[in-house]
């Protein structure tokens, strides 16, 4: 069946697709460029840093109890700072339903050479999370960027817990309204919910994470760039602006344009509306086609920001020719399925993207069905 391609979409749409989704009225002409090419130990550097950090307080608000830190090597760096600066002291249990959790759980027992308990579940479901040992620190995901599963909540999380919650929120921040008293580390980098630029992750300690770094000195050799304490005392000054290494002043000025967007709309709770709205919209398209489907089949853990999908009869060929198509026609990029994850499409539903290019995106998602069936 030959199906004629939809009208093209505006230019502002070729950012509509893909976890680095800018935000609408984004252009390197706007940003500010006072910072840029001075030293990020200037005045104006540490200035801009500390305004990076304030913004991400106020639009994830955030309480005072918890610090924000910019360190380096996006949220798997932030993430295994984590790890390797916290982990050893008491036991541990990993959840993993994808492959970042998978990661981490490679990280625990290969690199730090640790015997964590590990609950895992497929792609599409979630582990048994009444399962969880809250006597161990617990590290999870809290979105699957690669499942399209997500925690329904945290009232799983003991509030009497004697470990530690280790929480890579890297797609959940920004559009999940999270229990911050019941989260101990997160991380995430500003690539995802914000459509930044990569290289940088962003740290969250609460207080019985600092208790902790005060308390514990790990047994293995630690990276300069992992290094929180200096003569058993925390750094304050990371946690002002002062990074570990030099950022890229570039990459902060593009995470505060969409900060100050995001406050110029409502701040957060704007971002979580914007991100309802879109993954509403996705479902009339999944709805209205049986040849799409949830690879989350249970729609109370299914992400509303990296929502993946199944195409009915497809393999891993026939979805990189979907793609391929797509992209070819500036309609849609990178919506192929993470490369570990089954076979899929992955539509990214950021508060960055605007519904009216998401609900676009259907008839070109049939033209590329076709298209791809007849190859």
């Known amino acids: 069946m030959t199906i004629a391609k939809p009208a093209r979409l505006p230019a502002r749409a070729h950012f509509s697709s893909g976890p680095c989704a800018k935000p609408p009225g984004w252009s390197p002409q706007k940003l500010d460029t006072a910072a840029m090419g001075r030293s990020h130990r200037s005045t104006i550097g540490k200035a801009r840093l500390a305004h990076c950090i304030n913004l991400m307080r106020e639009t994830l608000a955030l309480p005072d109890t918890h610090r924000i830190a910019i360190v380096p090597a996006s949220d798997t760096g932030a993430f295994e700072m984590a790890m390797w600066t916290m982990l050893g002291a008491r036991g541990i249990t990993m959840l993993a339903w994808e492959s970042f959790g998978e990661g981490w759980v490679t990280d625990a027992t290969k690199q730090l050479r640790l015997d964590p308990k590990i609950l895992r579940a497929p792609y599409g479901a979630l582990p048994d999370l009444g399962a969880v040992d809250w006597t161990d620190d617990v590290l999870f995901t809290w979105n699957g960027t690669t499942s399209g599963v997500v925690v329904p909540n945290g009232d799983w999380i ?5 470990g530690l919650s280790f929480v890579d929120a890297t797609s959940a921040v920004f559009a999940y309204e999270l229990p911050w008293d019941k989260i101990d580390v997160a991380t995430f980098s500003w690539q995802k919910l914000l459509g930044g630029e990569g290289a940088h992750g962003v740290l969250i300690l609460g207080p019985r994470a600092v208790e902790r770094l005060e308390s514990h000195t790990p047994t293995w050799p630690l990276p300069k760039i992992f290094r929180l304490m200096s003569k058993g005392v925390l ?7 002062e990074t570990i290494n030099t950022p890229s002043m570039l990459a902060v000025e593009d995470a505060i344009f969409a ?6 709309i409502g701040g957060g709770a704007a971002l979580r509306a914007r991100t309802l709205a879109n993954a509403a919209a996705l479902d009339a398209i999944v709805a209205a086609r049986p040849w799409l489907s949830y690879l989350a089949t249970d729609p109370a853990v299914r992400s509303i920001t990296s929502v ?3 195409v009915e009869g497809a393999d891993g060929g026939f979805i990189k020719r979907m793609a391929a198509l797509l992209e070819a026609e500036d309609a849609a990029y990178d919506i192929a399925g993470y490369r570990d994850a089954p076979a899929g499409l992955r539509i990214w539903c950021g508060g960055t993207v605007d519904t009216a290019d ?4 259907g008839p070109w998602l049939d033209w590329a069905y076709a298209n791809a069936k007849s190859a």
């Open 158 to 162: 003991a509030d009497d817990r004697a």
């Open 308 to 310: 993946c999908l199944n």
């Open 259 to 264: 900060l100050e967007w995001a406050k110029s």
């Open 358 to 361: 998401i609900e676009a995106l």
């Open 235 to 241: 750094g304050e000054g990371l946690f002002k602006g």
